[in-house]
């Protein structure tokens, strides 16, 4: 990038287009005018409808390092701070993993059993950046949440998200490793997106999952330690008439189907990503 030339937004994103696509990223045209939006403080419309507009020296300067960082293929949303989930920004690093189009399918799912059920208490185990349990309590108004992290990092993100998204009053963090610290809580809705994916697979991840924190990708040998943990403990802390809703990884349905079999749940519905794979695992007590 030739800090001499006049560089236009349109030269600009034509440039960063290519060199992008050299350095092997998915989607350069779109990282590219997300980038240059973050920077310029405007949405993508602005962009072509201001192609010919040249960049000040300051704005081309902090273009230029967010390029850096994604070349070396750093997320977008890390470089940003933000991930769009369910309708909702949320503020995202790299304490926290990012949220996946494919968990909506659960709060998706999660929200369609809600219908009726009046101020339901909803428990997320590993809440991360928040986005499951903020996207709950802001869809149903008299919702109640508990969100549960081992990570103090996590828990400060995710707090940020509920107060950003005005839910925290109706939200409760604790810092603690599952139900350690629930007692003899129980509630309406349990949910989760574990850690599920294989020791021996985290080398073989796209680069920009390696950015990500290691806790909350690593599932064990056989990626299914957090789900035999929270389905134990899951019929403790459900009311009688409550449901669990997991996200699970690719072929593992069925494993934590027999899991909820042997811990008195019984599995309602296995819904498919959009990609057809077993994505969500609907669970209620027996």
């Given at each position: 990038?030739?800090?001499?030339?006049?560089?236009?937004?349109?030269?600009?994103?034509?440039?960063?287009?290519?060199?992008?696509?050299?350095?092997?990223?998915?989607?350069?045209?779109?990282?590219?005018?997300?980038?240059?939006?973050?920077?310029?403080?405007?949405?993508?419309?602005?962009?072509?409808?201001?192609?010919?507009?040249?960049?000040?020296?300051?704005?081309?300067?902090?273009?230029?390092?967010?390029?850096?960082?994604?070349?070396?293929?750093?997320?977008?949303?890390?470089?940003?701070?933000?991930?769009?989930?369910?309708?909702?920004?949320?503020?995202?690093?790299?304490?926290?993993?990012?949220?996946?189009?494919?968990?909506?399918?659960?709060?998706?799912?999660?929200?369609?059993?809600?219908?009726?059920?009046?101020?339901?208490?909803?428990?997320?185990?590993?809440?991360?950046?928040?986005a499951i349990i903020v996207s709950?309590?802001?869809?149903?108004?008299?919702?109640?949440?508990?969100?549960?992290?081992?990570?103090?990092?996590?828990?400060?993100?995710?707090?940020?998200?509920?107060?950003?998204?005005?839910?925290?009053?109706?939200?409760?963090?604790?810092?603690?490793?599952?139900?350690?610290?629930?007692?003899?809580?129980?509630?309406?809705?349990?949910?989760?997106?574990?850690?599920?994916?294989?020791?021996e697979d985290l080398v073989r991840?796209?680069?920009?999952?390696?950015?990500?924190?290691?806790?909350?990708?690593?599932?064990?040998?056989?990626?299914?330690?957090?789900?035999?943990r929270i389905i134990g403990g899951?019929?403790?802390?459900?009311?009688?008439?409550?449901?669990?809703?997991?996200?699970?990884?690719?072929?593992?349905?069925?494993?934590?189907?027999?899991?909820?079999?042997?811990?008195?749940?019984?599995?309602?519905?296995?819904?498919?990503?959009?990609?057809?794979?077993?994505?969500?695992?609907?669970?209620?007590?027996?």
């Amino acid at each position: 990038m030739d800090k001499k030339c006049v560089w236009t937004i349109g030269t600009l994103l034509t440039w960063t287009k290519q060199y992008f696509g050299e350095k092997g990223v998915d989607n350069p045209r779109l990282d590219a005018e997300v980038l240059l939006s973050h920077i310029l403080g405007k949405d993508r419309l602005y962009l072509y409808v201001h192609f010919d507009q040249p960049l000040e020296q300051a704005e081309l300067a902090a273009f230029r390092e967010t390029v850096k960082r994604r070349a070396r293929r750093e997320p977008v949303a890390y470089i940003t701070g933000s991930k769009e989930f369910m309708g909702l920004s949320f503020a995202v690093n790299r304490s926290v993993l990012i949220p996946r189009p494919d968990t909506e399918i659960l709060v998706e799912a999660v929200l369609k059993r809600l219908q009726g059920r009046g101020n339901p208490s909803i428990l997320d185990l590993g809440t991360g950046s928040g986005a499951i349990i903020v996207s709950l309590l802001s869809k149903v108004p008299l919702a109640a949440g508990v969100a549960v992290d081992i990570s103090d990092q996590a828990l400060t993100v995710a707090k940020q998200n509920a107060v950003t998204h005005q839910v925290m009053e109706r939200l409760e963090l604790k810092r603690g490793d599952l139900f350690e610290l629930l007692e003899k809580s129980v509630f309406d809705v349990i949910v989760s997106n574990p850690p599920y994916i294989l020791d021996e697979d985290l080398v073989r991840l796209e680069p920009e999952v390696k950015y990500e924190p290691h806790g909350a990708l690593s599932g064990g040998p056989d990626g299914l330690i957090f789900y035999r943990r929270i389905i134990g403990g899951m019929a403790l802390h459900l009311k009688p008439e409550g449901f669990g809703a997991l996200e699970v990884g690719e072929g593992q349905a069925a494993a934590v189907a027999q899991m909820a079999a042997a811990n008195s749940m019984v599995v309602e519905e296995i819904i498919k990503d959009y990609a057809g794979i077993d994505r969500v695992v609907m669970l209620r007590r027996i």
